[in-house]
């Protein structure tokens, strides 16, 4: 069963669509309706719809704007409109908002209907490609995949080469191939590459990752980028890239929709770890493992997207790997419970035992986890480790390969739960401070009727995904709610204490349309902006 919004300003038009249509026998259930543009967008936000059903012409919000603020919101989410045969032109703007239907009024219910079940055969034609994976019956694009493993993986996986030492010529023939495989447009400027490393969870936090997923992803990243995508270490692996502006523009909306897609389509959950961007494809090594080392600050029993950017400050570099094992105790300190820590050094330092390996692999496995705890830390604190911790290696000075087994694992327990806590307080702390400073923008700027996320996000230099779940986890608010509660607060103060005008003290606050103003005031306070002013009841 689809759910779905209604939208219309007229509200006798508007019951009667709801009441008339026998919305369960065509797939649909009606979960919430909205009067106007700027309601449809609250609501899309916090019921998450399959649908929205919606007119062209709505108060305070057109319905291009709507469809392209709720795309940012809810990519995955499709959207249909009624519309008047002189306003079918102007929805044709909207194509590229994910726009499944034109109704043109007036309608029937009975052509409503069909049309319902149309949309119904859409969606489902759009749920099986997704879960299923497009088929791949065509000898050239197997081929092309082939071809595009052949060219990325090495890439990817050997980062050994010095490929920054590459000839001007040899780096202008990968990008020509790049453009051959479909990863770019070329000859093009101002062209930038990321690296996504997408995984695919059950319930239970199992792996599901598999071939199919690939076709999964692609059929979301056709929409917006030029790509290329294979699968590696039951992890896709996608190279993307779009001009400066598409990629900002872009690469909030496509990664959401893989995890809005994963979660209502498969049933499962996806962490997607994202890159920085990077102007050649030769870089392409780096920026996989800046992904991978992002898709490990999502919590394993969570789904989530995570930029490099939002997590790890410094220049753009080279992170080596280093086995499995440590990149897996690495993912415990930055995001388990000291529960998982325990258990997984127990388990670890008892497996080393019982293989009876050699004292040598013993001490390199030691000094990997010294390694990568420094490194963790390091990057967390912005190359400021606490001495707290630099004490914990002291007995490297000492000989560390002298000391038993048992009293190693002691030492190097202690380390991993000091780097824990630190970068647990850490995050804590940071994330208090971007939400404060995302507050403060709110306070000083409430007036400025542009203000969104986005620009918001652009303001304080990280993505909109994690400034929104930053502000969410930190105030227990969303974005639109903090800043609609200040105007409201700074609104009624001009109403009570000064003798400014409507006009004006809807322009103060942000609004340029004063009967929006209004309609937000009542909406809030449960009074107009008059009887507010007048002392009076509704």
Known sequence: MYTVIIADDEEALRKAIIKRIDWNSVGFEVIGEAENGAEALELVEKLGPDLLLTDIRMPFISGIDLARQAREIRPYMQIAFLSGYESFAYAQQAIQYNIISYLLKPISAEELTEEMKRIKEKLDKRFANLKRGIQDGDFSERERRMELAEFLLPMLMDQDE????????????????????????????????????????????????????????????????????????????????????????????????????????????????????????????????????????????????????????????????IEEIVAELDQIIKTGSRG?????????????SGEKEMKSSRDLLVIQIIASVYRTVSMALNNNVPMEVLSKFSFLEKGFTRESLDEVQAKVTSLCRQAQDIIANHRKVSSELLSDKALQLIETGFADETMTLVSLSEQLHISSNYLSATIKKTTGETFISLLTKKRMEKAKEYLLCTPMKIQEIAARCGYSDQHYFSYCFKKYYGKSPNKMRDGTEK
């Open 162 to 321: 010095p490929m920054q030492e590459l000839s001007r010529e040899r780096k202008l023939l990968m990008e020509q191939r790049a453009s051959e495989l479909g990863l770019r447009r070329f000859p093009a400027e101002n062209v930038c590459y990321m690296v996504l490393v997408t995984g695919f969870f059950g319930g239970s936090g199992e792996n599901m990752t598999a071939v199919e997923h690939v076709n999964f992803v692609n059929s979301i990243l056709k929409k917006y980028v030029q790509f290329g995508s294979v699968i590696s270490k039951r992890k896709v692996i996608s190279v993307i890239s779009a001009g400066g502006r598409d990629m900002g523009k872009y690469i909030h909306i496509l990664v959401t929709e893989i995890l809005q897609s994963a979660e209502r389509i498969l049933g499962l959950k996806c962490r997607i770890g994202v890159s920085r961007d990077f102007p050649e494809v030769f870089m392409s090594g780096v920026a996989y493992s800046e992904a991978v080392a992002a898709m490990h600050y999502v919590p394993s029993d969570a789904a989530g997207v995570q930029f490099i950017s939002d997590t790890e400050s410094g220049e753009f570099q080279k992170f080596e790997y």
């Open 340 to 352: 998982e820590l325990e258990k997984f050094l127990t388990g670890l330092f008892s497996r080393v």
